[in-house]
């Protein structure tokens, strides 16, 4: 692992090499080095000369070269070595009085002296590193150097691509599971990564390439004619407006700095839009076609030095692409090295096909150079087998190359053991079958006796075949099949596997596995899917005599909505009482959780005048009518329903029991979002998961919505339909956010879904210049009347949402400047945003604010303040 210097002076001192042996330059290249070279002392003068344990070569000489320096006499060195040293202390002091020809022609002098200075003969030792080494060390610095060397543009593209693909699949195995903070600095790499490409790109005259382009360059030239001639009336525009406003901001930001926060909104939004982007439409087609140029397995991290001696080598013959739930063949796996025995250790990687044989993981390892050709030493994987579970073909040996989004779906399981799939595994091309190279090993288990499930032993049926499952009353072929013929049972493998006794998040009771539902006669629907249940087949239904849910087994043992426990034999508890929110002290009095210190007392804003600066101090949103609870002391107000949420609760898309909180202690985060909407929680109460090492959370917003859903956007009741790995884009605002929670309300009779950002938008709000209600108006497709804004002044487009009077006043507002453009901040409140404490500051003075960040009049209802300076909005950043 390179020191933070080292990762400084590394790119410095290869382009001081590519700059010196590039002769093609004409023009500036002086300049050039010796700009560069300053840069290389100024590193170097800032280090510790004092050596350092398990220093690399690189430091060790870095060092030696600093210690000679300190201790050298400058008045007896020679003369051009004296000069050289005066020369390089003015440039850097900054004086720009120094002739760069001199300076040059003094550095090249030094190097015929005889004998030569020893400062000066240790430059070549450190040259040596970046031009040739056998040393694994050092191969990086070697790679960095013919990286920078290249003169051909369409290899840093693939590799720049290459990086990107890799950070999209490196953010998908993360974000799930990681705190936001661990992702801010490969953020920064990823967003140093885009600005690079943007700037190959841009350099590059794509008009003017050699005809006939290579395949590359020439799918490079049409994404970027396609992007270019996009209009407003396809749905790619957006996503294009995006982009522009993405690249104009990182091309005026300092490369230098921490990227502004605005472009990690930026970066969100246009990753959101490319994921649930149309991969039929052109430009969809062609951003796909462009990343299967990249190969990002040469860039996953290189493990430590291991001998190859008891690891078993890999030789995937073809690789394979997952679309649609389908692998297709995409190619043969080629050697990357040409010469016989030229394996660098960097390239090989070991690969832990473990724990499906015997908890002990089985060790292999996988080498790019040659794919295995060449290492005739070690035991090799065979590249075709035959399996008894699969007696028609042979299965051949393949690699997986995964999408640009294949990190945000779910993954194929192999077909004997159920698990995901590796990376390499055994493939049948004609059956789309495949299966981990693990389970190939296992003895063929041709009859199960499994009393839990049959009273008879089950045979193997020996073909694959789409027979319905008693269990889970499916007909799909992704399973091994035994059956009892006499009894004309069917069962999956995977399916004796179910659980017997569960609890899920969608019902209060426990539902227990019953073989049919036809002892009850009637028509049955899942309590999940939503769909029609065959009575016929197997699936859970509650224990409650009383009550009649039910939902398929599949459905009900879903990741988000079971916790994986089999209740089989345990007793149920006695439901421990959960703490009231509050304390009654008298009618209309209370003593809330949240507000020990005071007393509350119960008013009412029915026909009252409204007051927008009072906000509900749990769900951060004004109190519009109704009645609320006011501290008799101070400013704490609740709204009636917020002071009665519950202090525990089970949601539907989260499988533990979830616990109230009443505020965030200290600064929080920005990046501590909820698990349902892109706001973060901030703000106000939210109900957080007390499990162990889970991280989920819920503005009580997202948390007291619930199913159906009936709203004025859609026709028929929205339900929470969705299935681990799948992604929605909402039909309302048109986004898909992968980086957060998957779960939309669908529709069951058509394709709609509803993020929850939108599910949760008020539908009846007050404006303090209206003294009627106004409603949020979704949209009206034929309309061809014109409306404004009352607050902004700006067009309204009718075909998207806004928020109206219905009276005779008529009054129309943006969305954003009735209720704000950063939902659920308050006023007063300060969080920390990459290391930065920021102020959340009332937008109410009579003067509004100019934004140091778009030079515009604050127009939203709250500013952002950092230090001295004021933002209209957390994007402006």
């Keep these: 692992m390179y020191s933070p210097p080292e990762l400084k002076l590394i790119p410095l001192i290869s382009q001081v090499i590519c700059f010196k042996e590039d002769t093609t330059d004409s023009g500036g290249s002086e300049s050039k080095i010796i700009s560069l070279m300053v840069k290389v002392i100024s590193v170097v003068s800032s280090m510790d000369s004092e050596p350092q344990p398990e220093s690399t070569k690189l430091m060790s000489l870095v060092t030696q070269a600093i210690s000679v320096f300190k201790s050298m006499d400058l008045d007896s060195q020679p003369e051009p070595l004296s000069k050289l040293i005066t020369m390089f202390t003015k440039k850097l002091s900054m004086d720009s009085d120094c002739d760069d020809s001199e300076f040059l022609s003094l550095y090249y002098e030094t190097f015929k002296l005889d004998p030569r200075p020893e400062l000066i003969s240790i430059i070549p030792k450190i040259v040596s590193l970046f031009t040739t080494t056998t040393d694994p060390e050092l191969t990086p610095l070697v790679a960095e150097t013919w990286r920078l060397k290249s003169s051909e543009p369409e290899s840093e593209f693939i590799s720049l691509l290459s990086q990107i693909y890799y950070f999209n699949t490196l953010f998908g195995e993360l974000s799930s599971e990681s705190n936001i903070m661990e992702l801010i600095p490969k953020t920064v790499l990823y967003i140093s990564l885009i600005r690079q490409i943007i700037s190959l790109v841009s350099s590059l005259d794509l008009d003017s390439q050699p005809k006939p382009q290579t395949e590359i360059m020439s799918v490079l030239t049409q994404t970027v004619s396609v992007a270019n001639s996009v209009s407003e009336s396809e749905p790619e525009w957006e996503c294009i407006s995006l982009m522009t406003r993405f690249i104009a901001l990182i091309r005026s930001s300092d490369p230098e700095q921490m990227p502004p926060a605005q472009l990690f909104v930026l970066l969100n939004n246009v990753a959101s839009h490319i994921y649930s982007m149309d991969e039929d439409s052109e430009l969809g087609s062609l951003i796909g076609q462009l990343f299967e140029f990249s190969d990002p397995s040469d860039l996953e991290p290189p493990e430590e030095e291991w001998e190859l001696d008891h690891l078993i080598s890999l030789s995937p013959q073809l690789k394979v692409e997952l679309v649609q739930g389908k692998f297709h063949v995409t190619g043969k796996v080629q050697r990357k090295s040409q010469e016989k025995g030229q394996c660098l250790p960097g390239n090989r990687q070991r690969v832990y096909l473990a724990a499906r044989v015997g908890g002990e993981e089985a060790t292999h390892f996988l080498c790019k150079d040659c794919n295995g050709e060449d290492h005739e030493e070690c035991e090799k994987t065979l590249v075709e087998v035959t399996h008894h579970l699969h007696p028609k073909h042979s299965l051949q040996l393949v690699s997986q190359k995964k999408k640009k989004s294949s990190s945000r779906i779910q993954p194929r399981k192999c077909f004997c053991c159920d698990e995901d799939l590796d990376k390499i595994f055994y493939y049948c091309e004609a059956c789309d079958y495949a299966m981990n190279i693990a389970c190939t090993n296992k003895p063929p288990v041709l009859s199960i006796d499994h009393p839990k499930w049959h009273e008879h032993t089950l045979s193997l049926f020996p073909r694959r075949a789409f027979l319905t499952c008693n269990l889970c009353a499916l007909s799909d072929a992704s399973s091994p099949i035994y059956m009892c013929p006499p009894c004309d049972f069917v069962v999956h493998l995977r399916c004796m596997k179910l659980p017997r006794v569960i609890r899920i998040s969608r019902h209060p009771h426990r539902i227990s596995f019953t073989p049919s539902f036809s002892d009850n006669q009637g028509d049955w629907s899942c309590g999940v899917c939503r769909k029609h249940i065959d009575n016929d087949y197997g699936g859970y239904s509650c224990n409650k005599n009383d009550c009649s849910y039910a939902a398929h087994s599949r459905c009900a043992t879903q990741s988000n909505v079971w916790d994986g426990i089999d209740l089989d034999g345990v007793p149920e508890d006695?439901?421990?009482?959960?703490?009231?929110?509050?304390?009654?002290?008298?009618?209309?009095?209370?003593?809330?959780?949240?507000?020990?210190?005071?007393?509350?007392?119960?008013?009412?804003?029915?026909?009252?005048?409204?007051?927008?600066?009072?906000?509900?101090?749990?769900?951060?949103?004004?109190?519009?009518?109704?009645?609320?609870?006011?501290?008799?002391?101070?400013?704490?107000?609740?709204?009636?329903?917020?002071?009665?949420?519950?202090?525990?609760?089970?949601?539907?898309?989260?499988?533990?029991?979830?616990?109230?909180?009443?505020?965030?202690?200290?600064?929080?985060?920005?990046?501590?979002?909820?698990?349902?909407?892109?706001?973060?929680?901030?703000?106000?109460?939210?109900?957080?998961?007390?499990?162990?090492?889970?991280?989920?959370?819920?503005?009580?917003?997202?948390?007291?919505?619930?199913?159906?859903?009936?709203?004025?956007?859609?026709?028929?009741?929205?339900?929470?339909?969705?299935?681990?790995?799948?992604?929605?884009?909402?039909?309302?605002?048109?986004?898909?956010?992968?980086?957060?929670?998957?779960?939309?309300?669908?529709?069951?009779?058509?394709?709609?879904?509803?993020?929850?950002?939108?599910?949760?938008?008020?539908?009846?709000?007050?404006?303090?210049?209206?003294?009627?209600?106004?409603?949020?108006?979704?949209?009206?497709?034929?309309?061809?009347?014109?409306?404004?804004?009352?607050?902004?002044?700006?067009?309204?487009?009718?075909?998207?949402?806004?928020?109206?009077?219905?009276?005779?006043?008529?009054?129309?507002?943006?969305?954003?400047?009735?209720?704000?453009?950063?939902?659920?901040?308050?006023?007063?409140?300060?969080?920390?945003?990459?290391?930065?404490?920021?102020?959340?500051?009332?937008?109410?003075?009579?003067?509004?604010?100019?934004?140091?960040?778009c030079r515009k009049r604050c127009p939203y209802k709250i500013v952002v303040q950092n230090s001295l300076l004021i933002f209209c909005s957390i994007s402006c950043l």
Excluded at 623 to 650: P, Q
Excluded at 666 to 690: H, K, M, Q, R, T
Excluded at 700 to 721: G, I, K, R, Y
Excluded at 783 to 807: G, L, Q, V
């Design 574 to 853: 006695i439901e421990e009482e959960v703490e009231e929110p509050f304390l009654r002290i008298s009618h209309g009095i209370i003593q809330h959780f949240s507000h020990q210190q005071h007393h509350l007392r119960l008013d009412d804003n029915t026909g009252g005048d409204y007051d927008d600066n009072k906000e509900c101090q749990a769900c951060v949103t004004p109190i519009y009518f109704g009645k609320f609870y006011s501290c008799v002391e101070c400013d704490f107000i609740l709204h009636e329903a917020c002071a009665n949420l519950s202090r525990k609760i089970h949601h539907p898309i989260h499988p533990h029991l979830l616990t109230l909180v009443g505020g965030c202690d200290g600064v929080p985060n920005f990046y501590d979002n909820c698990s349902a909407c892109l706001w973060s929680c901030i703000a106000g109460f939210f109900y957080e998961c007390g499990k162990e090492g889970c991280s989920f959370k819920l503005h009580v917003q997202c948390a007291t919505v619930s199913e159906p859903l009936v709203q004025e956007s859609h026709n028929h009741p929205l339900f929470l339909t969705s299935k681990p790995g799948e992604q929605s884009a909402c039909s309302v605002c048109r986004e898909a956010r992968p980086e957060f929670t998957n779960e939309t309300f669908n529709c069951i009779e058509c394709e709609f879904s509803l993020c929850f950002g939108c599910a949760t938008l008020p539908q009846k709000v007050r404006y303090k210049h209206d003294k009627h209600i106004l409603t949020l108006s979704f949209g009206e497709e034929t309309s061809t009347m014109m409306h404004w804004c009352e607050a902004c002044e700006r067009r309204i487009n009718p075909k998207e949402r806004f928020y109206k009077c219905d009276e005779y006043c008529c009054n129309t507002l943006h969305i954003e400047c009735l209720i704000g453009k950063d939902l659920y901040m308050k006023s007063g409140s300060y969080f920390d945003l990459d290391g930065r404490k920021l102020a959340i500051l009332r937008n109410n003075h009579m003067s509004r604010p100019t934004c140091f960040g």
